[in-house]
Structure formats: C-alpha cells, structure tokens
C-alpha cells in the first residue's frame, strides 16, 4: 500500500476526531510520526485545500471533507429517493427510465424501469455510456464543474454515429444550450435507433449529483413525443431534487464551461 498516503489519510481522521484545531507537537505525538514528516504531510494538505490553519501553528479540516461526503451521501440515498419518480416517469412516459450518476467521462445507470414495449432501449443496472453521447451524460456535464470535464478527451471525440458530437465548440454549444433549456436531448448519437431525454437531479446544497430520463427507440420517439416527454421528464427532476431537500429558490446560475481535453472511455449502454 502507498505508505504516504495512508499517512495522509491518518492525519486527515486525526483532526477530523478532534473539536478543536490541533498543533504539530501533540499531533505528532499522538500520530507517532515526526514533526518534519508531519509538517510535509501537513503541507500537502493544504496544498489540496483539506486542511487550513485557522490560527498560527494550529490545524484544522477544510469544508472540503464535508463536500465530498454530502456528495457520496446525495448519490447514495438519490437511487432509493429516486424509485417513486421513476415509477411516475415510466407511467407516463411508457419508456424504459434511467437513474444516473456521472464517472469522469462516462455515465453509470445506478436504477432502472424497463418499458412494457417489446422493443426497448437495452441498458442495464451498472452500464456505462460515453457521457458526452447520452442524454443523461450530457445533463451532467452541462451541470459539471470545469475539473469534472477534464477528462472527456481528445478533440474530435470518437463518433459513434453521425450524429455524434465530437467537436470542442459543437459540446460547449450543446451545454450552453442545456442549461437554458433545462434538459438534454440524445437523438440517436450513442446508438442511431435509441433516442433519450434526461434532466439534472439537484442536492441541497443545489450540487448536481444524478440525471433521470428515459430513452427508447427513434420510431417510438418522433419530434412530436419527444416535446411532450420534455415537460414530464423535467418535472420528475424537479421533484426528486426536492425530495432530496433542494430548493429551487436557491439554484445559481449556471455559466458556461471551457472543457478541456484529455483522454475520453468508450464502452456503454444507450440513453
């Protein structure tokens, strides 16, 4: 195991546990490390805005631990909060549902209902889609902070079907247009046959922690469908968002996104 980063994480729980900031002699004591060695472990960590020094001499845990939990914490209860939503969506809808989280360049579908219809969109709990071709990709990252976007990939992007979004500015068109519309289309760019719709799933710090939508097959899925869908599919959002305590009063604007480019995954399931 990587000795240097298990120290790391001792020192982060050490003053986690403690209700007060915490020096560098009592913390190495305790720790059983010596004060350079822990000065530079220190050091690293504040570097990675983890720890800060509220007072001379004195450390403390940033906000930084909390938000990542309350992220962890949102992503785990959104799959059971999310059921009754789903349930609806289906109802109305009559195509198969998906609940899901983003995992750098990819979407991973944590919850499904599957259509009635005998010709569906195949998908499975645990699958994976390239982000930037999905609906509910796409509404996560229209949604993403700069360093989420990181690792899209090389521009142009791999194209899975003609319609594939794989320029730079053609993406940034795509989220700018997402996030004044309020959801995500897929009109057949990750699979040509399977369509989608997808909306953002807010915290309540208004974090983006999840995408619900649904897709089905283009035959099923004409311009007309896909406009009534996009009401129905926004509000089941709107109304997962809320149970998970967020308040839409409370939402920021969103702005633009300069994505990067790095190396993109390619493996999936349609949305």
């Not at 504040?46 to 845990?61: D, F, K, L």
């Not at 998908?123 to 994976?128: C, D, L, P, V, W």
């Amino acid at each position: 195991m990587d000795g240097t980063l298990l120290k790391g994480l001792k020192v982060l729980e050490a003053l986690v546990s403690s209700d007060q900031p915490r020096g560098i002699t009592e913390l190495a004591r305790d720790l059983e490390l010596t004060k350079s060695n822990l000065h530079r472990t220190l050091q690293t960590l504040i570097a990675a805005q983890y720890v800060h020094t509220p007072t001379p001499g004195r450390y403390a845990c940033t906000l930084k631990l909390f938000e990542l939990g309350s992220t962890v914490m949102s992503q785990v209860n959104v799959r059971s909060a999310g059921v009754p939503f789903m349930t609806k969506l289906l109802a109305e809808t009559g195509e198969t549902v998906h609940l899901s989280v983003l995992d750098k360049a990819e979407v991973i579908y944590v919850n499904k209902l599957d259509s009635a219809h005998p010709v569906r969109a195949y998908s499975s709990i645990g699958g994976r889609a390239p982000a930037y071709c999905v609906a509910s990709g796409k509404a996560l990252l229209a949604h993403s902070s700069e360093a989420s976007l990181s690792d899209l990939g090389e521009f142009p992007l791999p194209a899975y079907t003609p319609r594939t979004i794989t320029t730079l500015d053609g993406l940034q068109r795509e989220m700018a247009q997402i996030r004044r519309q309020g959801f995500a289309v897929n009109r057949g760019e990750w699979r040509d046959t399977v369509y989608g719709i997808a909306a953002i799933v807010l915290d309540a710090a208004g974090n983006p922690v999840a995408s619900i939508g649904i897709s089905g097959p283009a035959e099923r899925m004409k311009p007309v469908h896909m406009k009534q869908y996009q009401g129905i599919v926004v509000d089941a959002a709107k109304g997962l968002s809320r149970a998970l305590g967020h308040n839409p009063c409370s939402e920021a604007v969103q702005h633009p996104i300069k994505i990067p480019a790095r190396k993109s995954a390619q493996s999936g399931v349609p949305l």
